[in-house]
């Protein structure tokens, strides 16, 4: 899923120059791309690989988290997800 070695995902990684920065900048920069430029939308499933997520522009929390560590790790920034679950009660109204 974290195919961040792809034509797309590295294109952009040069074209923003996210290599030239330090780490932290590295982070903050890739973090508000994913924030403010991929918008909230449901892919078709939350298994996409993260190039799809990019070419698509748009992704849910599952799917946005995998393009943001496939970014991440494109700049040599490694990472790694820590999960869980919401219980549907919690979720009960916030959706059609």
Known sequence: MLNYN???????VAKRSWRELDDFNKIQAIYNFV????????????SVVASRVLSDGY???????????ALL???DIP???HG???????????MT
Request: with cysteine; net charge positive; hydrophobic share 30%.
């Open 73 to 75: 790790r494109s700049v």
């Open 6 to 12: 792809s034509s797309e995902i590295q294109t952009l």
């Open 59 to 69: 992704g849910q929390c599952n799917t946005k988290r995998t393009l943001l560590m």
């Open 35 to 46: 924030r403010d430029e991929i918008l909230f939308g449901y892919n078709v499933s939350d």
């Open 84 to 94: 869980f679950t919401i219980d549907k009660r919690l979720q009960k109204g916030t």
């Open 79 to 81: 990472c790694r997800i």
